[in-house]
């Protein structure tokens, strides 16, 4: 074969040169022309071009004396799979300082169905699929991600570690964890890491038939921890992988996960920043469009020997506060001590509360476990201490009545 | 200046060779490995390739007789801007069988504190920009966008006629109508529309302070529709663009967006699915956590005729319903007509009601009101048709009770 004349070659390079320029096309198309750069300081300009615009509006409109004070904290999400996908989104949306990420799974096209991750993701780690999507979003906000299981010995070191000195100031706590797990070996690693760093945390779930969640704010020694009263928050105490392996899985909805996800973030932005009145417990029932509220003590005989010690050093310093009951009332928006309504929740929830909140129960494997439903093992010796307190009746009531 | 030389030119050959393939490679880390393909039949095998085992589950866990079906089903959604665009998202990813999506407006940076947008889409119609994105997320559904304003007339008969013939069978009507818009004007063009054609409905919105929002379900002659009681909905008449144009915008959280998107779906799912009780209205009160829920008639003096006409059909359709009391009760899950508790709900919301619902009314510019604050002109005549039922609140009660 004779070897290309000098025209021929050109001819080649001419062709290259067209294919790249193509190539380098499809790239900016793909990605777009603008390219979000990072803002030194949060501005209330109203322009198109200020993504902050609408946040900080939230002072104007009389909602948040300071917002741009969110860039001060730091919040660890736990899991970001449905919820803690979407959650990260939000703060991350929200200008929040630093997110710190800890999820081992992987994106798989069945996670479809929840809002966020995109099926060209599938197959990379969650947490660095997560970090690219939420960094082009917003490229102010700091992020830390750990591709492992909180679970395991020394991942769990790492994590306390990381919880201790993740704070937007280093070598600070974070100022928030966020449990966004889908089992309970996770949830209950959380509940003694925050329990013996006497860290506050929010704890969320979905149920298994996809059509009810709920989030719950955890404050060492002050409210109940997951160990105090685990069945409140999700019974089943088998991970996703098990149920894989058996040929089933959970339904779930991206419009639960959603609302859940929303509910948690929104009570996040509330407690970071000052506005409204926190929930303790917020449940969505979506068959009912029905949301119970509640504020539960924490078991004077729990298992957990740190939620004690947080309960005896909790007790103090309320011991140690100037006696202002009157002025303490008006401060602490949110605690009403009173059972009126001798509101036992725990023990009543299996029967009649599992059937009107999820509906029949449905004929489930091994291991499944409608949310809500107190398996019958923990339920004698939960009743003497769950001293559950509907927190919003009253106000309830007197709103309805108001209408 | 000599000719290149033959090894020159292939030398140069060669490096752009290198390129061209580090181009390639770039787009196909862009855009991962995997994509996902048309699938023709929903399919409950639990692999992790499947986007639609989650779903699926919802069969077996007995919350949804036949999943398959929401295949059958065309939406259109007006307005897919902070709600409308994750309110498509999630039909998209739950595999609604057909989306025909409404909005004039482009994507910019100040759309970035809400979900589902990204900084490189900045500058495309929210039209091009969602369907790009949600053919990518779910190939299985089908697409018509519209990049117009419906409240101009020949874009509004456009729009009726899309309605009307744009179902999922050729020329048959949507079966939902969707409406995510900011502005009073496009309410009111939808809501003549659905009357007109006798369209069911979901209104949504969220108030100008990002801390309420709501969904109402309208079915012409059933229920009270946008011009029976405007100001239960979205009190203010200044759109957006307007607002800009002074300097002003109004706040916006992604948490609220997300969850008021949620509700809307949810309730959408639950009415093409036929699982849990749809509601008729929800509110979302987020710095309480409190969620209104009630049912309102048609107003018999309302504007709108083709409101009259409406009604004047649903009596007749009632009135030609064999009289079986009992039965049609338990049929028809949500309807209570009793006003037990006396509830008016649109004159009593002024003060009252908004003051404990938003906080403190801010200092607002012209043009800007508080959602679910009634304009005092249109405070009297309302007054004795709003026969509003509060739904829940006997269940809302016993299962309080019974916790």
Known sequence: MASPTVAELQQTIEKLREELKNEKQKIEEIKGTTKRTRITQMSSEVVDSNPYSRLMALK?????????????FSIAVVGVGGVGSVTAEMLTRCGIGKLLLFDYDKVELANMNRLFYQPHQAGLSKVEAAEKTL???????EFEVYNYNITTMDNFNHFMDRIRLGGKVKDTPVDLVLSCVDNFEARMAINTACNELGQSWFESGVSENAVSGHIQFVIPGDT?????????????????????????????????????????????????????????????????????????????????????????????????????????????????????????LVSETTEDEAKAAEGDKPQLTEGVTVAYTKPAAQAEDSTDFVNATEMSIDDLMSQMKQL
């Open 60 to 72: 104007r409109m009389g909602i948040v004396d300071d917002y741009e004070k969110i860039r001060d």
């Open 135 to 141: 960094r082009e979003i917003n490229p102010d906000v």
């Open 224 to 344: 109940s921890c997951f160990a105090c009263a685990p069945p409140l928050v999700v019974a089943t105490q088998t991970d996703e992988k098990t149920l894989k392996r058996e040929g089933v899985c959970a339904a779930s909805l991206p419009t639960t996960m959603a609302v859940v996800a929303g509910f948690l973030v929104q009570n996040v932005l509330k407690y970071l920043l000052h506005f409204g009145q926190v929930s303790y417990y917020l449940g969505y029932n979506a068959l009912q469009d029905f949301f119970p509220t509640m504020r539960m003590k924490p078991n004077p005989h729990c298992d957990d020997t740190h939620c004690l010690r947080q309960q005896r050093l909790f007790q103090e310093r309320e011991a140690a506060k100037p006696k202002q009951e009157f002025t303490e009332e008006t401060e602490e928006e949110v605690v009403h001590d009173e059972n009126e309504w001798k509101i036992e």
